[in-house]
């Protein structure tokens, strides 16, 4: 039997939200290049997309927004639930339960009105606790602003300035789907059980927290702190290399090519940032780092991924680094609650086997012998 460690290379379902292609570097949500919808399209116009098939009409705009802005507001029993956790618990954890509680009455199946809600219902989390690990009053929603605004209104109380709105809603819309990821898949695997919705959230929450799957971003920026300037690039990356370390931001599980979610990004930060000397050390760190991998490891395709120029636009925005990957959750709840939306309509229970490669008993004694 083949080696289907980490399942690489099986095919679990039939999808019509995304196709991501490797080889050619080619990120498509339901027919539409990912890389235009992030340049040209608002959250709630690719959040319509992924959960129905179709973009929303012109005149369907106003009243969409408003529906998804009309579900910010969490019950009283989520806040109560957040406020009686520990201080120091990591927000990712936080999530996880407040989506836990906030679910705990969901029905089979899930449905659209369950998907908007949770969506909506994230950034309030995440800004809710945020501020309450800072020591100030939590921002209260506000429901005239768009999905991306608002989460940066609550965040600091203060309207956001456009161009930031603009460089975290192309984030935010090019990393909401990506196939079958190992959150998504999990959030499938729970869905197929008949479980509700709020339990297949949770589980891909847990999934998203690991360090090899939402965490990157946050290293990334580590090790552009740590390099500091553009002149200590090569220095810095060679004794990485050297060391046996992996350079944060650099290749990928899937993409032999540019990320081209990468590129969507890049495109936003030069809009954003101009001679910013942050986004000139980000650039010029990507230039050096490539040119030694290539070195290092030839032949390996290692690419610049899209957590690297995530990093730089959730810093050039002014998300703090302990919310990266809850931010990252907050767009992924998208293609997670379109995936289980997806798999409860053509159900059937995930069940892979194994192979077995322990020891065996000695042979049994039959009646014969005895």
Do not use: C
């Not at 679910?103 to 309030?124: E, K, Y």
């Not at 800072?134 to 429901?143: F, L, Y």
């Not at 290092?296 to 120029?309: A, C, D, F, I, M």
């Amino acid at each position: 039997m083949a080696n289907t460690r980490g399942l690489e290379g099986v095919v679990a379902a039939e999808t019509e939200l995304s196709l991501v292609d490797g080889e050619r570097g080619h990120l498509v949500f339901r027919g539409h290049w990912a890389r235009e919808l992030a340049r040209s399209r608002s959250f709630e116009d690719v959040a319509h997309l992924l959960w129905t098939g179709r973009l929303p009409a012109p005149e369907e705009a106003a009243a969409w927004q408003a529906q998804m802005a009309a579900a910010r507001t969490l019950p009283e029993h989520v806040y109560r639930v957040m406020d009686a956790l520990p201080a120091g618990l990591d927000m990712m954890s936080v999530v996880r339960t407040a989506v836990s509680a906030l679910g705990a009455a969901q029905d089979w199946p899930p449905s659209l009105a369950d998907a908007i809600r949770f969506t909506a219902a994230v950034p309030t989390i995440i800004a809710y606790r945020h501020a309450r690990n800072e020591g100030r009053s939590p921002v209260a929603p506000r429901p005239d602003l768009p999905h991306v605004a608002n989460y940066l209104y609550m965040l600091t109380g203060r309207h956001p300035a456009p161009d930031h709105v603009r460089a975290l809603e192309a984030y935010l819309v090019i990393t909401m789907e990506h196939g079958m990821n190992a959150s998504t898949f999990t959030a499938r695997v729970v869905t197929s059980t008949q479980s509700d919705m709020a339990s297949a959230l949770s589980a891909a929450i847990g999934a998203m927290k690991g360090p090899l799957h939402g965490g990157a971003p946050a290293g990334v920026m580590d090790m552009l702190e740590q390099i500091g300037t553009p002149e200590r690039a090569e220095s810095w990356i060679r004794s990485a290399l050297a060391r046996g370390e992996r350079l944060m931001g650099f290749g990928h599980r899937v993409y032999k090519t540019t990320d081209p979610r990468a590129l969507a990004l890049r495109d936003v930060v030069t809009e954003l940032a101009g001679e910013d000397p942050w986004f000139s050390l980000a650039t010029q760190v990507e230039d050096v780092a490539i040119r030694l991998l290539e070195e290092h490891k030839p032949g390996r395709r290692l690419y610049t991924n899209v957590e690297y120029w995530a990093a730089a636009v959730l810093r050039a925005v002014g998300i703090p680094k302990p919310l990266y990957t809850a931010t990252f959750t907050a767009s992924r709840t998208v293609g997670w609650t379109a995936h289980i939306l997806e798999q409860a309509a053509h159900n059937r229970l995930i069940r892979p086997q194994s192979v077995y490669v322990g020891p065996m008993p000695a042979a049994p004694t039959t009646p014969e012998e005895a």
